[in-house]
């Protein structure tokens, strides 16, 4: 590991540099208000020029963000008015030249869950995705080796924070913790953390992370996958693992260094033995789509026993796009085109070999229920969604334990409260005096929509909770003159269905919906 970080060995002073950052509203909302909102989105892209544009000023935020986020030299004087430079040159976080004084990292506000204000640390030019190619096109900032760069946050990170189930918990393990974003959130729920990453520079910023953002302390531990951790079990197990297929390891934060995805296959698979009873493991993946075999078997195989599964598939790429993805993450689009050719062909000889036809992406949640009957969920979903999902993630569990306890009988016999924020569209042709089809559709969470006869939709919209599903069926029955004997068989597999879909929730003997 480079020498060339900051250390965060004295609290004192990264507290006094965290007032600072504060005191000059170095946050997120004080960026966006300095930026714009184009500048800022742009920014986000890596892309400067407008965020310059905009810091011709000399204030103190102007030069905190030309510092830590633009990564230009800034008059030693007007830094000082900013910072407490003592602790600064002290800790390393800047380095002093002729040019007056620079960022050794990329310190990037984030704000947290509750309006916390978090400062992410990573390599500098690494902010963002590769940033721009930085990690195989160009020199590697702060004498690291390019393989070894650590990126910030990126939609990965913020996708699997937001669907991480946050209910408190005595203890969760960040594996593969990169910058620490995932064990910064962990720290606001879990009385321990543990993190861990192959990269011992990933274990440094990640330390830098959670001090300059006042978290408590991480038990930081070095290795791959389970092995920091040996048999240490955990209530929630969160990973952005280095999931990309790749013929090669060259990159650290990406390339888990096993053929086609048997670094997430095996991490889903051993997770079973590292988790307490009803923990979850979430982690985000990318699968192999091979030719003759269907993605959700192929997926499900994955489970371990004792577990249930929820696996949503966001997005598929045909190979040439997936390769083309990475090839220019890593820069290679800026080498010569030979060299460019040669890579691109051994990316599509990789997957030829796998009789690999593209690959997907999305997220996987286990539970370790212990049931004999679980519930292994695999569905493509490519819609928008609502996040943060963590509280949906868990409900959805939940209604899987109160379906495999319940048969139709008990089923008829339950109570069930319509989800917030449901709504029913009816389709047909204008004048029509029936619609052709009735729709209900959530607004929230995974924002579902289904189909459903005027039974279905009479059922749902009349449950608030304070009948049984079979006194509602009687009551259709003689409202629509049908049998009441027969409805009763037939729709216990509808209930079921909303239920699991989230439509429906079931309600206690409390009154209050399972879950709350």
Not at 199 to 220: F, I, K, Q, V
Not at 285 to 312: F, K, Y
Not at 361 to 371: A, H, Q
Not at 468 to 477: K, P, V, Y
């Amino acid at each position: 590991m480079s020498t060339n970080l900051p250390a965060a060995s004295d609290r004192a002073r990264t507290a006094r540099l965290r007032d600072a950052l504060l005191a000059a509203a170095f946050t997120a909302d004080g960026l966006l208000d300095l930026l714009g909102a184009p500048a800022y989105a742009a920014l986000a892209r890596s892309e400067t020029v407008p965020a310059l544009r905009a810091t011709r000023g000399d204030s103190p935020l102007e030069t905190l963000v030309r510092l830590f986020l633009l990564q230009r030299p800034v008059e030693y004087g007007r830094a000082a008015a900013a910072l407490p430079m003592d602790d600064c040159l002290a800790d390393g976080w800047l380095v002093r030249d002729a040019a007056g004084v620079r960022a050794t990292v990329d310190v990037r506000p984030f704000g947290g869950p509750e309006g916390q204000d978090w400062w992410i640390v990573s390599d500098l030019g690494c902010a963002v995705g590769g940033a721009g190619g930085i990690a195989g096109g160009a020199d590697a900032p702060g004498g690291a080796d390019r393989s070894e760069l650590v990126l910030g946050v990126g939609g990965a990170s913020t996708t699997l924070a937001g669907i991480t189930v946050r209910t408190p918990v005595a203890s969760a393990l960040d594996l593969g913790t990169g910058s620490g974003i995932q064990a910064l959130h962990a720290a606001q729920h879990a009385t321990r953390v543990t993190a861990t990453d192959l990269n011992p520079r990933a274990l440094h910023m990640t330390r830098l992370t959670l001090a300059l953002s006042g978290a408590p302390e991480a038990d930081l531990r070095e290795g791959s996958l389970f092995e920091p951790v040996a048999d240490e079990t955990y209530d929630l197990i969160v990973s952005n693992p280095p999931f990309v297929i790749s013929p090669g390891a060259r990159l650290t934060y990406r390339d888990g260094g096993m053929g086609g995805d048997d670094l997430c296959r095996t991490l889903v698979q051993q997770s079973a033995a590292r988790l307490n009873d009803g923990g979850y493991c979430q982690l985000l993946a990318n699968w192999q789509h091979v030719e003759g075999e269907d993605w959700r078997e192929r997926l499900a195989s994955w489970v371990p026993r004792g577990c249930d599964a929820w696996i949503v598939q966001r997005e598929v790429q045909d190979v040439a796009q997936y390769a083309e993805l990475w090839l220019r993450d890593a820069g290679d689009h800026r080498t010569a085109p030979a060299d460019y050719a040669a890579r691109y062909d051994a990316w599509l000889d990789e997957f030829e070999a796998r009789k690999t036809k593209g690959v997907g992406f999305g997220w996987i949640t286990l539970r370790k229920s212990g049931s004999d009957r679980p519930s292994v969920m695999a569905e493509e979903w490519p819609h928008p969604v609502e996040q943060p999902l963590g509280a949906s993630v868990r409900a959805h569990f939940e209604r899987q334990d109160f379906l495999r306890a319940h048969d139709d009988a008990s089923l008829l016999a339950a109570r069930f409260k319509l989800a917030d924020e449901v709504v029913q569209e009816q389709v047909g042709l204008p004048g029509a005096e029936d619609p052709e089809h009735v729709v209900l559709r959530q607004n929230r969470g995974m924002r579902r929509a289904t189909k459903v006869d005027t039974v279905g939709a009479g059922f749902a919209g009349v449950c608030d909770g304070s009948l049984s599903a079979g006194r509602i069926l009687d009551a259709i029955a003689q409202l629509v003159g049908e049998d009441a004997v027969l409805l009763r068989d037939r729709t216990p597999e509808s209930i079921r269905l909303l239920v699991e879909q989230g439509f429906l929730t079931p309600v206690s003997d409390w009154g209050v919906p399972v879950g709350d």
